[in-house]
Protein backbone atom coordinates (compact mmCIF):
# COMPACT_ATOMS: atom_id res chain seq x y z
CA UNK A 1 0.00 0.00 0.00
CA UNK A 2 2.68 2.46 -1.41
CA UNK A 3 2.19 6.13 -2.79
CA UNK A 4 3.52 8.91 -4.16
CA UNK A 5 5.75 11.14 -2.59
CA UNK A 6 4.52 14.35 -0.46
CA UNK A 7 4.10 17.93 -1.97
CA UNK A 8 7.04 19.73 -3.47
CA UNK A 9 9.79 21.37 -1.60
CA UNK A 10 13.55 21.77 -1.84
CA UNK A 11 16.29 20.45 0.14
CA UNK A 12 20.13 21.60 1.02
CA UNK A 13 22.17 19.41 2.85
CA UNK A 14 25.86 19.23 4.02
CA UNK A 15 25.80 15.32 3.40
CA UNK A 16 24.17 15.85 -0.81
CA UNK A 17 27.60 13.80 -1.80
CA UNK A 18 26.55 11.05 0.10
CA UNK A 19 22.87 11.73 1.06
CA UNK A 20 21.53 8.48 2.36
CA UNK A 21 18.35 8.05 3.38
CA UNK A 22 15.61 5.74 3.69
CA UNK A 23 11.05 6.19 3.34
CA UNK A 24 8.68 3.82 4.06
CA UNK A 25 4.54 4.74 2.86
CA UNK A 26 1.47 3.30 3.95
CA UNK A 27 -1.35 4.25 2.09
CA UNK A 28 -4.47 4.37 4.19
CA UNK A 29 -6.47 6.22 1.58
CA UNK A 30 -7.10 10.03 2.39
CA UNK A 31 -4.17 9.33 4.82
CA UNK A 32 -0.82 8.44 4.13
CA UNK A 33 1.47 8.02 7.22
CA UNK A 34 5.37 7.73 6.37
CA UNK A 35 8.45 6.28 8.22
CA UNK A 36 11.70 8.02 7.68
CA UNK A 37 15.22 8.59 8.05
CA UNK A 38 18.14 11.14 6.43
CA UNK A 39 21.08 13.43 7.11
CA UNK A 40 20.64 16.75 8.94
CA UNK A 41 19.19 18.94 6.26
CA UNK A 42 16.93 22.16 5.26
CA UNK A 43 14.11 22.06 3.49
CA UNK A 44 11.71 25.03 2.22
CA UNK A 45 8.18 25.52 0.66
CA UNK A 46 8.37 28.67 -1.16
CA UNK A 47 5.18 30.82 -2.00
CA UNK A 48 5.45 30.40 -5.89
CA UNK A 49 5.81 26.18 -4.91
CA UNK A 50 2.07 26.81 -3.22
CA UNK A 51 0.60 28.71 -5.81
CA UNK A 52 1.66 25.95 -8.25
CA UNK A 53 0.73 23.37 -6.57
CA UNK A 54 -1.17 22.85 -3.51
CA UNK A 55 -2.66 19.70 -2.12
CA UNK A 56 -4.40 21.60 1.06
CA UNK A 57 -2.76 19.29 3.76
CA UNK A 58 -1.58 18.61 6.98
CA UNK A 59 1.18 17.03 8.25
CA UNK A 60 1.90 15.70 11.71
CA UNK A 61 5.56 14.84 12.65
CA UNK A 62 6.96 12.60 15.20
CA UNK A 63 10.41 13.07 16.07
CA UNK A 64 11.98 9.78 16.71
CA UNK A 65 15.94 10.61 16.63
CA UNK A 66 17.45 13.74 16.59
CA UNK A 67 15.71 17.26 16.38
CA UNK A 68 13.62 18.96 13.90
CA UNK A 69 12.99 22.86 14.02
CA UNK A 70 9.87 24.45 11.82
CA UNK A 71 8.91 27.97 10.87
CA UNK A 72 5.56 29.14 9.48
CA UNK A 73 3.06 32.11 9.46
CA UNK A 74 5.71 33.46 12.16
CA UNK A 75 5.63 31.06 14.48
CA UNK A 76 9.25 28.69 15.00
CA UNK A 77 9.04 25.71 17.35
CA UNK A 78 12.00 22.56 17.80
CA UNK A 79 10.69 19.21 18.39
CA UNK A 80 12.94 17.17 20.17
CA UNK A 81 12.21 13.01 20.40
CA UNK A 82 9.15 11.68 21.27
CA UNK A 83 6.76 15.03 20.56
CA UNK A 84 4.65 16.32 17.71
CA UNK A 85 4.02 18.93 15.92
CA UNK A 86 1.40 20.17 13.02
CA UNK A 87 2.28 21.42 9.39
CA UNK A 88 0.12 23.14 7.08
CA UNK A 89 1.09 22.87 3.44
CA UNK A 90 -0.89 25.66 2.48
CA UNK A 91 1.68 28.09 4.04
CA UNK A 92 5.32 28.90 3.12
CA UNK A 93 7.25 26.88 5.96
CA UNK A 94 11.19 26.00 6.87
CA UNK A 95 12.55 23.16 8.21
CA UNK A 96 15.86 22.78 9.53
CA UNK A 97 16.82 18.85 11.34
CA UNK A 98 19.81 17.69 13.66
CA UNK A 99 20.94 14.97 14.80
CA UNK A 100 23.20 15.86 17.34
CA UNK A 101 24.77 13.14 18.34
CA UNK A 102 23.08 10.47 16.49
CA UNK A 103 23.92 8.91 13.14
CA UNK A 104 20.65 10.21 11.54
CA UNK A 105 17.36 11.97 12.15
CA UNK A 106 13.89 9.95 12.00
CA UNK A 107 10.28 10.69 11.67
CA UNK A 108 7.11 9.56 11.62
CA UNK A 109 4.54 11.34 9.32
CA UNK A 110 0.90 11.23 9.16
CA UNK A 111 -0.52 13.27 6.21
CA UNK A 112 -3.99 14.27 5.65
CA UNK A 113 -6.65 16.46 3.83
CA UNK A 114 -6.98 19.70 6.45
CA UNK A 115 -10.49 19.58 5.25
CA UNK A 116 -11.30 15.62 6.56
CA UNK A 117 -10.07 16.77 10.12
CA UNK A 118 -13.20 17.41 11.99
CA UNK A 119 -11.74 20.57 13.74
CA UNK A 120 -12.82 24.49 12.95
CA UNK A 121 -10.08 25.88 10.73
CA UNK A 122 -9.33 28.68 13.79
CA UNK A 123 -8.41 25.73 16.12
CA UNK A 124 -6.16 23.74 13.46
CA UNK A 125 -4.40 27.43 12.37
CA UNK A 126 -3.92 27.68 16.58
CA UNK A 127 -2.50 24.28 16.49
CA UNK A 128 0.00 24.80 13.75
CA UNK A 129 3.58 24.18 14.41
CA UNK A 130 2.39 24.09 18.73
CA UNK A 131 4.75 21.37 20.12
CA UNK A 132 2.53 18.59 21.37
CA UNK A 133 4.06 16.68 24.10
CA UNK A 134 4.13 12.91 23.56
CA UNK A 135 5.47 11.08 26.38
CA UNK A 136 2.49 11.06 27.97
CA UNK A 137 -1.68 11.13 27.74
CA UNK A 138 -3.50 10.88 24.47
CA UNK A 139 -0.06 12.31 22.98
CA UNK A 140 1.56 9.39 24.21
CA UNK A 141 -1.37 7.02 23.15
CA UNK A 142 -0.67 8.22 19.90
CA UNK A 143 2.74 8.07 19.46
CA UNK A 144 2.45 4.31 20.47
CA UNK A 145 0.24 3.70 18.16
CA UNK A 146 1.62 5.33 14.84
CA UNK A 147 4.99 3.69 16.26
CA UNK A 148 3.18 0.28 16.22
CA UNK A 149 1.23 1.00 12.82
CA UNK A 150 4.90 1.91 10.90
CA UNK A 151 6.56 -1.07 12.44
CA UNK A 152 3.63 -3.76 10.75
CA UNK A 153 3.12 -1.75 7.65
CA UNK A 154 4.20 -5.04 5.44
CA UNK A 155 2.10 -6.69 7.15
CA UNK A 156 -1.43 -4.88 6.02
CA UNK A 157 -3.63 -5.51 3.17
CA UNK A 158 -5.48 -3.48 1.09
CA UNK A 159 -8.62 -4.35 3.22
CA UNK A 160 -7.26 -3.02 6.01
CA UNK A 161 -7.08 0.40 5.15
CA UNK A 162 -10.46 1.58 5.60
CA UNK A 163 -10.11 0.46 9.39
CA UNK A 164 -6.69 1.47 9.96
CA UNK A 165 -7.88 5.06 8.27
CA UNK A 166 -10.59 5.03 10.56
CA UNK A 167 -8.55 4.42 14.08
CA UNK A 168 -5.82 7.07 12.71
CA UNK A 169 -8.28 10.16 12.31
CA UNK A 170 -10.16 9.02 15.26
CA UNK A 171 -6.86 8.64 17.62
CA UNK A 172 -5.24 12.14 15.39
CA UNK A 173 -8.40 14.21 15.96
CA UNK A 174 -8.82 13.44 19.52
CA UNK A 175 -5.41 14.58 20.63
CA UNK A 176 -5.50 17.61 18.38
CA UNK A 177 -9.30 18.53 20.20
CA UNK A 178 -7.47 17.77 23.39
CA UNK A 179 -4.49 20.11 22.47
CA UNK A 180 -7.07 23.00 20.99
CA UNK A 181 -8.82 22.44 24.10
CA UNK A 182 -12.06 21.73 21.65
CA UNK A 183 -12.50 17.53 22.60
CA UNK A 184 -16.29 18.19 23.48
CA UNK A 185 -16.71 18.82 19.90
CA UNK A 186 -15.61 15.47 17.78
CA UNK A 187 -18.06 13.24 16.71
CA UNK A 188 -19.34 10.47 19.87
CA UNK A 189 -18.10 7.55 17.55
CA UNK A 190 -14.61 9.16 17.79
CA UNK A 191 -15.01 9.79 20.95
CA UNK A 192 -16.06 6.14 21.59
CA UNK A 193 -13.40 4.77 19.08
CA UNK A 194 -10.58 6.36 21.22
CA UNK A 195 -11.42 5.71 24.24
CA UNK A 196 -11.42 1.85 23.29
CA UNK A 197 -8.40 2.41 22.49
CA UNK A 198 -7.20 3.99 25.19
CA UNK A 199 -8.41 0.87 27.58
CA UNK A 200 -6.53 -1.35 25.76
CA UNK A 201 -3.27 -0.03 25.76
CA UNK A 202 -3.86 0.60 29.42
CA UNK A 203 -4.42 -2.98 29.44
CA UNK A 204 -1.61 -3.92 28.03
CA UNK A 205 0.94 -1.36 29.19
CA UNK A 206 -0.04 -0.97 33.02
CA UNK A 207 -2.99 -2.50 34.63
CA UNK A 208 -1.74 -6.21 34.71
CA UNK A 209 2.19 -4.69 35.59
CA UNK A 210 3.67 -6.64 38.77
CA UNK A 211 5.92 -3.72 39.10
CA UNK A 212 2.66 -1.13 39.24
CA UNK A 213 0.67 -3.45 42.16
CA UNK A 214 1.61 -1.15 44.99
CA UNK A 215 0.16 1.93 43.15
CA UNK A 216 -3.65 2.20 43.07
CA UNK A 217 -5.67 2.11 39.51
CA UNK A 218 -7.12 5.90 39.95
CA UNK A 219 -3.50 7.08 39.72
CA UNK A 220 -2.09 4.79 37.29
CA UNK A 221 -5.56 5.82 35.18
CA UNK A 222 -4.95 9.23 35.53
CA UNK A 223 -1.24 9.14 34.61
CA UNK A 224 -2.64 7.50 31.15
CA UNK A 225 -4.94 10.02 30.51
CA UNK A 226 -8.14 9.06 32.98
CA UNK A 227 -9.26 11.89 35.18
CA UNK A 228 -12.60 10.06 36.46
CA UNK A 229 -11.46 7.22 37.57
CA UNK A 230 -15.81 6.27 38.25
CA UNK A 231 -16.04 6.53 34.09
CA UNK A 232 -12.85 4.71 33.74
CA UNK A 233 -14.09 2.25 35.69
CA UNK A 234 -17.88 1.79 34.19
CA UNK A 235 -16.02 1.79 30.07
CA UNK A 236 -13.78 -0.84 31.15
CA UNK A 237 -17.18 -2.85 32.43
CA UNK A 238 -18.76 -2.11 29.55
CA UNK A 239 -16.11 -3.48 27.12
CA UNK A 240 -14.85 -6.24 29.03
CA UNK A 241 -17.11 -7.19 31.23
CA UNK A 242 -15.35 -7.10 34.68
CA UNK A 243 -13.98 -4.03 36.83
CA UNK A 244 -9.67 -3.00 36.37
CA UNK A 245 -9.48 -4.22 40.18
CA UNK A 246 -11.07 -7.89 39.16
CA UNK A 247 -8.52 -7.50 36.03
CA UNK A 248 -5.92 -6.65 38.30
CA UNK A 249 -6.66 -9.58 40.89
CA UNK A 250 -6.90 -11.97 38.54
CA UNK A 251 -3.64 -11.20 36.55
CA UNK A 252 -2.05 -11.46 40.32
CA UNK A 253 -3.63 -14.80 40.45
CA UNK A 254 -2.36 -15.70 36.79
CA UNK A 255 1.05 -14.77 37.69
CA UNK A 256 0.91 -16.54 40.76
CA UNK A 257 -0.07 -19.81 39.41
CA UNK A 258 2.78 -19.40 36.84
CA UNK A 259 5.39 -19.06 39.61
CA UNK A 260 4.71 -22.45 41.51
Known sequence: MVFQAHFRTTIASDHLDDFLASSQALNLGDIQTFAQSYPPMHARRTPAMIRQSDPELCQL???????????QSGRHVDVGEGDLVLYDSSRPCQAQTA?????DVSSLIVQIPRGKLPLHSNALDRLTLTRIQGQTGIGALFRHYLTDLMNHAPQY???????LAGVTLDLLSTMLAQAARTPDLLPIETQHTVLRTRINAFIQQHLADPRLDARSISSIAARWGFAEPTSFSRA??????TTPRDHRHQSQHRRAQAGR
Open 99 to 103: AHDRP
Open 236 to 241: FKTLYG
Open 157 to 163: EECDAPR
Open 61 to 71: WLTVRGEVGLS
